[in-house]
């Protein structure tokens, strides 16, 4: 992953970080001694825009000196069949001092409704995470939940709310009324430990401060990127529960007998890249070795698939000079 956070006070940050250390030296060896057609590989959506340009600017010689062109392309999940908003760059080295153009993906994707519901019922995984502690974080069922249960009490909606995704905390902001609707229900309604955390977050409220939001994430088109802290609190769209692991699993493009290795969930899957991307990338891979792809005058470009253009090509004419 792109490093390019600020770190402790005598910590080196951005394109020196040693955190980067792997892409230059895994890119170089690779380059070096191994000589692939093309070698690629997925980053930080960062990695595309002025904050990453030192990562790729440096990646960029390291191709140069070895006979290779130099290209990243910025896109999301959701422009590739998945509706899971997960903006990413993946970044190529191509053999030769002139780099392709790739092909522009926007597929149509379903609804998140309309998606999770190709899943079998009788398929693994897909049982309520609230009933099942081993396969999540979650502390119980939804309807269990002292902040969805305010929300049922007090009769809201998905429509009430005009994001495409939000939290029951998120919905509520600073309004000052909901907050101490919500105080007064959980005081009468919650357990000790759920009133003990409301009154945190009243008084981290109180000084300014946000708090960690645990509430129950809804979505409505869309869900954003599959991440554990995500997993824990993801409503379905349509249904009284939480998500269940086969429909994450299924966000990240894995087949429904696609089976884990233990009956737990660490949420290893979610760290990779989803199959329909991964599968859009490497078709653009593939028709480049086979010369199916048109060349540009450049070792150098930068294309954003959200836009569909080109943001910056480094002519062939202007590298020589």
Known sequence: MLNANVYKKNDVRGSDAAQNDWMYNT????LENIKPKVFWGENAPGLFTEMGKGVRNKLYEIGKKNGYSFSVIKTSTDLHGIPQRRPRSF???WKGKRAPLLNWYKSTTPTLEDYLDMIPDDATYHLDLGENHKFTSHT?????????RWWKHKEFKLSDCEKDNFTILGFIGTNRILLDDLQLFVEQNGNDKEIKNMQYIMDKYADGKGVWDSSPYFFKESVNSVISKNMSNSVHPSKERFMTIREYMWLMGLPNEFQLHEDRIDAKFTQNVPIS????MTAEVIKFINGELKMSNSDYILQNNFSQKIEFEKSLVQAVI
Do not use: E, R
Not at 27 to 30: I, L, T, Y
Not at 277 to 280: E, H, I, L, S
């Open 27 to 30: 890119s170089k060896f690779v």
């Open 91 to 93: 970044y190529f080295f």
């Open 140 to 148: 119980g069922p939804l309807k269990d939940n002292i902040y969805y």
């Open 277 to 280: 991307t991964a599968k859009d």
